[in-house]
């Protein structure tokens, strides 16, 4: 898994999904989730992901819309797609490359797909896997973190990034008080690494002209 550097259409997917994020959460605006999901298929489809991956994101997605609205297919399409997700991104990150903090990370997304699949399905011990998940990925990025030798300030920016993606998921699951204001600190640093990224990728193509 290479260094993360966004691209712009990236950055554009990311920020059109943070906007239906802002929109489904805040506003509570129908526009917001098919927004969201819009702009991460753009980001997805803007990576060097294997087009499989990106094509069982998009089944995750549908799977989870058929679910809330209580179609049927739903679960059988979440079932399928996550167990494409975690076989195909073991092949594409792992299977070469036997990094430690590539693992872990890989180990953290499958308690939290597991724990994802449970909470849809109104089962026991879903909070207890999710909560499990989000803290495992952000132990895992600050290992992966303190591991490089030189680090600037869009690592640090990524790093708090993780960590308030995770706390903020974490509260916003159990309903804790405060889940709005970091649900605030998120979107800041979210948008504080977009305009980085941009104004690096814009300086990068500036220069190679």
Request: glycine share 6%; proline share 0%.
């Given at each position: ?162 960590f308030s993606w995770s706390i903020l998921s974490i509260f916003k699951m159990l309903h804790l008080v405060g889940s709005q204001f970091l649900s605030y600190v998120f979107i ?22």
């Amino acid at each position: 898994m290479n260094k993360l550097k966004l691209n712009n259409n990236q950055i554009l997917g990311l920020f059109t999904c943070s906007f239906g994020i802002i929109l489904q959460e805040f506003f509570q605006n129908y526009i917001g989730f098919p927004m969201a999901f819009f702009g991460f298929i753009v980001f997805l489809v803007s990576s060097k992901l294997n087009m499989a991956i990106i094509g069982s994101f998009f089944l995750l997605g549908i799977g989870y819309y058929l679910r809330i609205l209580h179609l049927s297919m739903g679960k059988e399409i979440i079932i399928f797609s996550l167990i494409s997700l975690i076989i195909l991104s073991f092949v594409q990150f792992i299977l070469k490359k036997y990094k430690l903090d590539i693992i872990l990370i890989w180990l953290s997304f499958i308690i939290l797909f597991i724990g994802f699949y449970l909470k849809i399905e109104h089962l026991i011990l879903d909070n207890e896997l999710m909560t499990i998940g989000y803290s495992l990925i952000s132990i895992s990025y600050f290992y992966r973190f303190i591991k490089k030798k030189i680090k600037v300030f869009e690592d640090y920016n990524k790093l708090l990034l993780v960590f308030s993606w995770s706390i903020l998921s974490i509260f916003k699951m159990l309903h804790l008080v405060g889940s709005q204001f970091l649900s605030y600190v998120f979107i800041i640093i979210l948008w504080s690494w977009l305009i980085l990224s941009l104004i690096k990728d814009l300086k990068s193509n500036h220069i190679a002209k």
